[in-house]
């Protein structure tokens, strides 16, 4: 099957250069082509060019985009998709004063969501989830990475990586897994930390790797949850199995994950709404894509991230939703896109940059997604006519979305 997309007002994310990441200032250097069409074969990318030297259409679907513009999908490095129910009662609590940290404490937050998943069936599990998914399908994402973190237990912990198995299979957007048992501790072990650290690595790793449920594995280093001790060994072992790691960090306080996730050659560390100049050191000359979850220190009303310190400093970063019923109840990219212009004084091409190559990037996947490249597989949106790249992030709640294709497919008109 072919697809030849015509009179585009111009694609947005060309890129011939083989980057598998934008760093520093490369991070405002965005590909753009006016006036042009793109060509797929089958899943990929196939071709593209000016409308001067547009080929033969037959043989092929023909999208007229009348002057829309064409981008390449988001790829959102960074979710929890798959939960039951929602939990505005905290949202409650936090505007009457309460902190993410003080409902934790309580047996509130993700606890509450663990014994919600575990009174949900499976299959109600992944209805929920998949109207989630369709969701960020119509608001441009192509590639999503779901945690678990829900389970906290052995049982339910299979259970919700099943559900995102599930998915994978039947969704049209491109999932990656992570297993993030070590979330928070589960009920059973409460008071008993290391213990459950022990169930983690004994018990659970190896059972989520024997039925191949997991790409990455992920802990939840920070201030009240897990030590950097205990980060360190639940990624050693999660390397043992195939799982590389994903980590979250600093988003309470400056929790040593940063350091240990860089020292581990994570292949993120995501949050980082703590950060001091040794942790922007840290990060310098390694692999590690320092990624950022706006639409969580929007929702908690926290600080947000240090991006203009970051990519001043030569950094590559990446931007994803952290889509979950506790902190960013969202996985609309194009609004955390606008929050890192509007917040953390990214321009539009940086934000588009950590939305799409770089959030590829952190999730192993930047040569085959994240931006308009031939050979890579045919993710994009297009758009009405805009009258610039800036228009995108700014006029944040416009619809400007018209058609959606994913793995060469046209699946919205
Ligand atoms: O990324 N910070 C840890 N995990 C999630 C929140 C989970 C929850 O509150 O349910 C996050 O913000
Ligand atoms: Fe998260």
Not at 61 to 68: H, L, M, P, Y
Not at 240 to 247: N, P
């Given at each position: 099957?072919?697809?030849?997309?015509?009179?585009?007002?111009?694609?947005?994310?060309?890129?011939?250069?083989?980057?598998?990441?934008a760093a520093g200032e490369e991070m405002s250097n965005i590909g753009m082509l006016e006036n042009a069409w793109l060509l797929t074969d089958n899943e990929r990318i196939c071709d593209y060019g000016t409308m001067d030297a547009l080929p033969h259409e037959e043989?092929?679907?023909?999208?007229?985009?009348?002057?829309?513009w064409l981008f390449p999908s988001f790829c959102d490095s960074h979710t929890h998709i798959v939960y039951a129910g929602s939990r505005e009662q905290e949202f409650l609590d936090k505007i009457n004063g309460l902190s993410y940290e003080e409902i934790a404490k309580r047996g509130?937050?993700?606890l509450n969501s663990a014994d919600r998943l575990h009174d949900t069936s499976e299959e109600e599990l992944y209805r929920q989830a998949m109207e989630r998914i369709n969701e960020i399908v119509a608001m441009g994402t192509g590639l999503v990475e779901i945690k678990s973190g829900y389970g906290l237990t052995l049982e339910d912990e299979l259970k919700i990586l099943r559900v995102i198995r599930r998915i994978k299979e039947n969704a049209p957007l491109e999932v990656r897994a992570t297993f993030l048992g070590a979330h928070a501790v589960g009920r059973a072990y409460r008071g008993r930390q290391s213990e459950y650290v022990e169930h983690v690595c004994n018990d659970m790793i190896p059972a989520v790797a024997k039925e191949g449920l997991a790409d990455f594995v992920d802990v939840f280093c920070d201030k009240g949850f897990f030590t950097v001790e205990e980060t360190a060994?639940?990624?050693?072992?999660?390397?043992?199995?195939?799982?590389?790691?994903?980590?979250?960090?600093?988003?309470?306080?400056?929790?040593g994950g940063v350091e240990v996730g860089v020292g581990h050659e994570a292949l993120s560390v995501d949050h980082l709404e703590s950060m001091g100049e040794e942790q922007i050191e840290a990060l310098k000359g390694s692999d590690t894509m320092p990624t950022m979850l706006p639409g969580c220190a929007f929702f908690l009303g926290i600080g947000y991230p240090p991006a203009?310190?970051?990519?001043?400093?030569?950094?590559a970063v990446a931007l994803a939703s952290d889509y979950n019923p506790g902190t960013a109840p969202s996985g609309n990219m194009r609004f955390v896109a606008s929050l890192a212009s509007i917040k953390m004084k990214m321009t539009p091409a940086e934000a588009i940059n950590a939305a799409t190559l770089n959030s590829a990037c952190a999730m192993g996947e930047s040569k085959e997604y994240g931006s308009i490249t031939r050979g890579k597989v045919a993710n994009f949106y297009i758009t009405k006519p805009l009258p610039s790249l800036a228009y995108m992030p700014y006029a944040h709640q416009t619809p400007i979305i018209k058609d959606i294709i994913l793995k060469g497919k046209h699946i919205k008109e």
């Open positions: 099957m072919s697809l030849l997309v015509k009179n585009i007002g111009c694609i947005v994310g060309t890129d011939e250069s083989g980057r598998t990441r043989g092929h679907e023909v999208i007229d985009a009348k002057g829309g509130g937050g993700i060994k639940i990624m050693e072992t999660g390397a043992k199995y195939g799982l590389r790691a994903k980590i979250h960090a600093n988003e309470l306080a400056i929790s203009r310190k970051m990519i001043d400093a030569g950094l």
